[in-house]
């Protein structure tokens, strides 16, 4: 039986990893017709069961995608069968952090100016990482924070509500501050936050002091919105 020699492989969090373990029937120089038998046992930070050889040169394969970031010395060993002998081989395997990408939206979007507007992150794996991002999420509102960062459930967090935005438009972003297995990132809201003026409804009543008032006498008159500001006409 002869293993893969050793060498260096690089994945990403998240990414199924094959590892193939290949054993050949060995004679000298000459390939005998027997097939090897058994199975390969893999290191224990794979998480891999032992599999079953097949072909000539037996190949056994394990598909992981338990690793965390970090550096790993992957091992396979064949016990051998009645006709071949055992032997072991093993590869430096590198996980790299997954990318994540972050988007933002909106509750109310345009909003009116006195409206409470809430907003929301989501943040995922990009291919080829995969899983679901853990850590918090930082908000911002026109580049000043908004709030104190947020936790994700799921890969999501929401900020609080503002009502106070004024008219205009305003940037909104979203600064996934990463964690051990996930690279931080940042998201904005397309387009930005849009608040319109409120609209106003005023309505004028006259009033006077002296009603019925006689001829030539002066008469005050007091007009009074529906806001409670008062005029003198």
Request: aromatic content about 4%; charged content about 10%; overall charge positive.
């Amino acid at each position: 039986f002869r293993t893969r020699s050793k060498g260096t492989s690089v994945k990403i969090k998240g990414q199924t990893l094959f590892q193939t373990g290949n054993g050949r029937s060995l004679r000298g120089s000459k390939v005998h017709p027997e097939d090897p038998t058994g199975n390969v046992t893999w290191s224990a930070n794979t998480g891999c069961a032992p599999s079953a050889l097949s072909g000539n040169p037996g190949i056994a394969t394990c598909t992981t995608a338990v690793l965390a970031v970090g550096g790993y010395l992957v091992t396979a060993t064949y016990a051998g069968d009645s006709n071949h002998t055992g032997n072991s081989g093993s590869i430096d395997q590198t996980v790299n952090q997954a990318s994540t990408g972050t988007s933002v939206s909106s509750s109310l979007d345009p909003s009116t100016y006195g409206q409470s507007v809430g907003f929301t992150a989501n943040v995922s794996a990009v291919a080829p990482g995969a899983g679901t991002p853990t850590g918090s999420v930082q908000f911002a509102i026109d580049s000043v924070n908004f709030g104190s960062p947020v936790m994700l459930t799921s890969g999501s967090a929401s900020s609080g509500s503002i009502s106070t935005l004024t008219a205009g438009p305003h940037t909104v972003s979203a600064t996934y501050l990463g964690s051990t297995n996930y690279a931080g990132g940042l998201g904005s809201l397309s387009g930005g936050q849009s608040v319109s003026q409120a609209s106003t409804n005023t309505g004028v009543a006259l009033t006077t002091g002296v009603n019925p008032s006689n001829s030539r006498r002066d008469v005050n008159l007091h007009g009074h919105d529906q806001i409670g500001r008062e005029s003198c006409r």
